[in-house]
T-cell receptor, first 110, second 113 residues
Framework: LAKTTQPISMDSYEGQEVNITCSHN???????ITWYQQFPSQGPRFIIQ???TKVTNEVASLFIPADRKSSTLSLPRVSLSDTAVYYC???????????FGGGTRLMVKP | GAGVSQSPRYKVAKRGQDVALRCDPI?????LFWYQQALGQGPEFLTY????????KSGLPSDRFFAERPEGSVSTLKIQRTQQEDSAVYLC???????????FGPGTRLTVT
């Protein structure tokens, strides 16, 4: 499984766009990139998944450059409720377990 | 049910005691997972069930950890002779079928004193 590297923490303010970048230099051809969100005292929740280029849903956008060695989760106009830990996972979806790294702790301030 | 539920939400055990943590997956979900999350870290895989069969237990840290899902629905994670290093949040997740999206419960926070 490819190892991921992402910032330990980030601060932002309400209404700003937040971009969290994840490095995965050893990503394999069959690997997908998935982001999870975890609020305090809750389990992780799936946000978005992509393979290449750009994916957008009602929650976030995921940008993946052509070499796929990194990815950026973009949260538009964050609110206080977006304060959470965000995990970047790289997996080929062939196994069953999820492998989480340390995540990025996002703090949104008023 | 509406989601994955776990009980108890909080458990305090004295070192050496046995504990049992329960997971109620989403009804009809075939796959069930247990993860351990230490403070400030991401969840780590413990074990995986497909229906009642335990297909992967490679993440269980020692033989003090035991999981079962006898009827293919509710699962119990048992920890014998608890140690302080067992203190963590234990998360359960279920999915409709293998390789489908996993839905997590709120976790059980275990504190061993």
């Amino acid at each position: 499984l490819a190892k991921t590297t992402q910032p330990i923490s980030m601060d932002s303010y309400e209404g700003q766009e937040v971009n969290i970048t994840c490095s995965h230099n050893n990503i394999a051809t069959n690997d997908y990139i998935t982001w999870y969100q975890q609020f305090p005292s809750q389990g992780p929740r799936f946000i978005i998944q992509g393979y290449k280029t750009k994916v957008t849903n009602e929650v976030a956008s995921l940008f993946i450059p052509a070499d796929r060695k990194s990815s950026t989760l973009s949260l538009p106009r964050v609110s206080l409720s977006d304060t959470a830990v965000y995990y970047c996972l790289v997996d080929n979806n062939a196994g069953n377990m999820l492998t989480f790294g340390g995540g990025t702790r996002l703090m949104v301030k008023p | 049910g509406a989601g994955v539920s776990q009980s108890p939400r909080y458990k305090v055990a004295k070192r050496g005691q046995d504990v049992a943590l329960r997971c109620d997956p989403i009804s009809g979900h075939v796959s069930l997972f247990w993860y351990q999350q230490a403070l400030g870290q991401g969840p780590e895989f413990l074990t995986y069930f497909q229906n009642e069969a335990q297909l992967d237990k490679s993440g269980l840290p020692s033989d003090r950890f035991f999981a079962e899902r006898p009827e293919g629905s509710v699962s119990t994670l048992k920890i014998q002779r608890t140690q302080q290093e067992d203190s963590a949040v234990y998360l359960c997740a279920s999915s409709f079928a293998p390789l489908y999206e996993q839905y997590f419960g709120p976790g059980t926070r275990l504190t061993v004193t």
